[in-house]
């Protein structure tokens, strides 16, 4: 039997998902934000969106879901009690398994059959000659070098047509379903936008998957092991960090931006000394110390981080923390003003008027009203944390060395690109995967900011 | 006027938006030296009509057909940079909100210099001169200083001064003034009215003049043309037009204006809220230790009372106090000194939590309708929340009952509980508001300009209800208003507020008549009134 291990970010990722799912059961009581909603994905673009990053939350979830396997026993001793290997795999880990277990010596480029370093080998005379050695396992199958391109061309043509027929079953059933239900003809969602996205997922899915079995096909690093592997797993870290780094923001620039802007005098003054002094010290340095007292606090405790993971895990969580605790002072900031601007407004004075006690005002006519600045900001904020984490990383104060990290890779591609011939493969893999996210969680936030922005909404105040 | 010379002609012109059609071929001719008033209320398409002379309607919007000719010129067949030739130089324009229209980080002079400076090839010395003869023919004091006035430094009727003189500067031959005082206090009102008139004599100037407010047309125009729904009910000129109105509608338009020789007299004289010395000061704060340097003195000794079932106008123009003495009455504003007591209980000293059970007591309506509503609650929320916090009704299904009969009698559907603000006109949702202030069973409604934001014809609705449900329950009104024309018929007494202190008061047919104070008989003066000529 394999042991299941509940990381602490794993938990807090099914809290998470638990309460979006929450929120929208929610959101069919209130008609209004249901209807700003259905404008987000009304948008071609919202919806498209929309599918990138459900894409990423999906593989994230599936990263999430952590076990151990149990060692195999030793020849010819009972034992009580299964020993379990110490290395944390996740169910992701089991759809990636050829990527993960084929592992190179050192450097190769994209679907290459040959290491990218020249090493000494022994011809069959016994001398000794310097070349490029074969992969271990890029391209095993093959009888020739010359039938690569041939083979991968073959191989790419069967995996479009599988991802086609994989997206094909979804799309199929949900067509099926839309004409019999028939109340859908009012609606004006996008659904030929969102057929196109999953169609476009699943076959590069579906091509990444089966050629990555027989190449690699982004390379492999300086000890041999995939790109593409460290890449996806990385899409975890990204994914986490942005989500809980701007929850880690939320209670506080929500809490302290409105009592602010609401019960003003005392209360303003400490809350904006408290923000303009963290806003006027160099975040970086506050991240970088912070993190080199959890290194500390780790090396102290070390009886509680018996597994690596465990050990990278917390410190994630810390750095998520810090980076959430450091900036907030920006939505808490607009979040004072606009509650200056609503609580002046007649409904505000209407309820003060009927006697309404201040919770009531503040959680009833000022939260509902300054919303859509929170919402605006989740979106944008997402995408800063997930940049930032591959700043931290680049300079050293980022997430654990063991971990998978978009910034992990920039920062090893920092001694690849000054390498001649040139290691590319490394920084465009966390590139391309970085980028799709940042870009999709930006033009969903311009979406978002569309719709529930009251300075763009058109034709209701 | 001897020419008859025709300035501009508007030929059929339609304006739509997609397959919406907003203004359905109106024609129209404004002659030389002429005041021509499209009159209508608001969304009737007057303001699209002057943006399509300009040639300035927002993209959404097309000119689907019809013609302007301006001169000899068809403004539609000119291209974009022959037209901003006609812009300013041939046609100008003044807005309604004088605050916004002027560049608040640039000086008087320098915004003056740049309308000169694109149209007309003028040097230097030139300039200085023009420029300081503009400001003095639109009567401004010190023309020469006020040119390096920044925009903020000028009351509200200076900025609108200096947007005519804007206006005027290329010296064109055709104004055209969107609700130019719509925005401004009636003694400035008066004045700007004055200017136009003279300009209009002295230049011989056409003025397009929009407004919903028919005082003002009669006192101004020449030639009147009702608009309602895009199109032109009636055209004719002046004195024709208020002697003998055609249409339906201009009839009501001119009988929505409020008889100002029928008054109400005193019915009571059982005190219910009695106001002495009242005095609302914001402290003026200085240094790190914000130590109280001073104060801003907004409301300055204000004494009266409010009887049972009877309403007293509180007459002022913005700035004078009289909304923040109302909000003082409601504890929304802090009280510097004074007494407030309601039935014979002192009021300004109690705390929070003490004055708490008097808020059932004291309602109040506010003056727009816009804002007065929490966007996100539905109707059912906004009125329920007064009459749960304030525990009238514990019992839901009675509330309801409560809610839909008010509802009922403020003329809406039980119906609309369940909708949200924004589906309501500006009336409904006045009437909502006045529904909300009544399901407490009030004594008192603090009415803050209630009717200022809407409509010439709906005012007289909600007014009339007003008067019906105080003669029905029996509630006093405190009626702010800058709007003497609606006192008359309201009001039982007249109290008149000028700068946090009240210069006069006492019955209505009293002050309205035989005014004392000198203030009273300049504000009476500046009404424009329809019967004065």
């Known amino acids: ?461 | 006027m001897i020419t008859s010379q025709t300035v501009l002609s508007v030929n059929n012109l339609q304006v739509s938006a997609g397959s919406n059609s907003l203004v359905k071929g109106i024609s129209f001719e404004i002659k030389q030296g002429e005041i021509f008033a499209l009159v209508g209320e608001s969304g009737s398409g007057k303001s699209l009509t002057s943006l399509s002379i300009m040639r300035l309607l927002p993209e959404v919007l097309k000119i689907t057909s019809g013609e302007v000719v301006f001169g000899q010129q068809k403004i539609f067949e000119l291209t974009e940079t022959q037209m901003n030739s006609v812009r300013g130089k041939k046609i100008a324009m003044i807005f309604q909100e004088p605050q916004t229209s002027l560049n608040p980080v640039q000086t008087v002079g320098v915004q003056l210099q740049e309308v000169l400076k694109l149209h007309q090839n003028i040097n230097a010395t030139d300039l200085q001169a023009k420029l300081v003869g503009l400001l003095e023919e639109v009567g401004i004091p010190e023309p020469e200083a006020r040119l390096k006035w920044y925009p903020h430094q000028l009351s509200g009727g200076q900025k609108q001064r200096v947007m005519i003189a804007m206006a005027l500067a290329c010296e064109p031959e055709l104004l055209v003034a969107d609700e130019p005082t719509t925005a401004l206090d009636v003694t400035i009102q008066r004045q700007i009215l004055d200017l136009l008139n003279d300009l209009r004599k002295t230049r011989n100037l056409s003025v397009l003049l929009i407004t919903h407010d028919m005082g003002v047309v009669a006192e101004m125009a020449d030639t009147v043309a009702v608009m309602q729904k895009g199109e032109i009910l009636e055209q004719a000129d002046c004195k024709t037009f208020f002697a003998n109105p055609q249409h339906e509608y201009s009839k009501r338009l001119i009988n929505s204006l409020p008889k100002t020789d029928d008054f109400i007299g005193e019915n009571n004289n059982e005190a219910l809220l009695e106001v002495n010395d009242l005095k609302v000061w914001f402290a003026k704060k200085k240094g790190i230790l914000q130590r109280t340097v001073g104060h801003t003195k907004a409301v300055d000794g204000v004494s009266f009372k409010v009887n049972k079932g009877e309403t007293l106008a509180i007459v002022g123009e913005s700035g004078s106090g009289k909304t923040t003495m109302g909000k003082a009455i409601l504890r929304l504003n802090p009280v510097h000194a004074g007494s407030i007591k309601f039935k014979n209980k002192e009021l300004a000293g109690l705390s929070h939590s003490q004055f708490l059970p008097h808020r059932r007591d004291i309602q109040v309506i506010f003056q727009d309708p816009f804002s007065s509503m929490n966007p996100r609650m539905s109707v059912r929320e906004i009125i329920e929340e007064g009459m749960v916090s304030l525990k009238v009704e514990a019992n839901a299904k009675k509330r309801e009952e409560i809610m839909c009969a008010l509802l009922t009698r403020v003329g809406l559907e039980p119906e609309h509980l369940n909708r949200y603000p924004h589906e309501f006109s500006g009336g409904q949702r006045q009437r909502i508001a006045i529904a909300r202030a009544l399901a407490v069973k009030p004594e008192l409604i603090i009415c803050d300009e209630p009717t200022s934001a809407l409509d010439v014809s709906i005012r007289g609705q909600v007014l009339e209800l007003l008067n019906e449900l105080q003669q029905e329950t029996g509630v006093s009104l405190l009626f702010i208003t800058h709007d003497l024309s609606i006192v008359p018929h309201l009001a039982h007494r007249v109290a008149v507020m000028k700068d946090g202190v009240i210069v006069e008061q006492g019955t209505t047919e009293q002050v309205m008549t035989a005014p004392a104070h000198e203030y009273t008989q300049a504000l009476l003066k500046a009404v424009p009134a329809l019967y004065s000529h």
């Open chain 1, 1 to 461: 039997m394999i042991l299941p291990v509940f990381l602490w970010s794993d938990l807090l990722i099914y809290t998470l998902i638990a309460s979006v799912g929450l929120f929208l059961w929610q959101l069919r009581k209130n008609p209004q934000a249901k209807k700003r909603w259905s404008g987000v994905f009304a948008s071609k673009v919202g919806m498209a969106s929309f599918i990138v990053i459900l894409f990423y939350i999906l593989i994230s979830l599936l990263d999430s879901m952590h076990y151990r396997e149990p060692l195999p026993q030793l020849n010819g001793v009972e034992q009580q009690e299964v020993a379990y290997s110490s290395e944390v795999k996740s169910v992701l880990d089991i759809v990636l398994s050829p990527l993960h277990s084929s592992n190179e010596s050192t450097y190769s480029a994209p679907f290459a059959l040959h290491s990218f370093a020249k090493e000494n080998m022994t011809d069959s005379n016994g001398a000794i000659y310097r070349d490029f050695p074969r992969l271990k396992n890029a391209g095993s199958h093959l009888k020739d070098v010359s039938e690569r391109w041939w083979d991968v061309l073959w191989r790419s043509v069967l995996a479009i047509l599988l991802g086609g027929l994989v997206a094909a079953v979804p799309i199929g059933l949900h067509k099926f379903y839309r004409n019999n239900s028939g109340k859908t003809a009012s609606e004006v969602v996008p659904w030929n936008v969102a057929y196109k996205t999953l169609l476009m997922i699943s076959v590069i899915g579906c091509w990444v998957l089966s050629l990555s079995e027989y190449y690699h096909i982004l390379g492999t690093d300086k000890v041999g092991s995939d790109v593409l592997y460290q890449s996806i797993k990385a899409i975890r870290t990204g994914v986490l960090i942005g989500t809980l780094a701007t929850l880690v923001t939320l209670p506080l620039a929500i809490i302290l931006g409105i009592s602010a802007g609401y019960f003003k005098g005392w209360v303003d003054d400490v809350v904006q000394y408290t923000y303009t002094t963290l806003s006027s010290i160099p975040g970086i340095l506050l991240i970088a110390a912070s993190v080199l007292l959890i290194d500390v606090y780790i090396e102290t405790h070390a009886e509680q981080f018996n597994l690596t993971a465990l050990r990278s895990d917390f410190k994630f969580l810390a750095l998520c923390a810090i980076l959430g605790l450091t900036s907030w002072t920006g939505l808490c900031r607009m979040l004072r003003a606009e509650t200056l601007k609503v609580s002046q407004l007649d409904y505000v004075q209407a309820a003060h008027a009927f006697g309404v006690n201040h919770r009531r005002v503040i959680g009833k006519h000022i939260l509902p009203n300054v919303t859509h600045l929170i919402l605006i900001a989740i979106v944008l904020d997402f995408s800063m944390f997930v940049l930032a984490e591959a700043v931290l990383s680049y300079i050293g104060v980022g997430v654990d060395p063991d971990m998978h990290s978009w910034g992990n890779m920039i920062n090893a591609a920092r001694s690849e690109l000054s390498r001649d011939p040139v290691v590319w493969w490394s920084v465009s893999a966390a590139f391309i995967l970085m980028f799709t996210l940042v870009l999709a969680a930006n033009l969903f936030s311009d979406e978002v900011r569309n719709a529930f922005d009251p300075n763009t909404v058109k034709g209701d105040s």
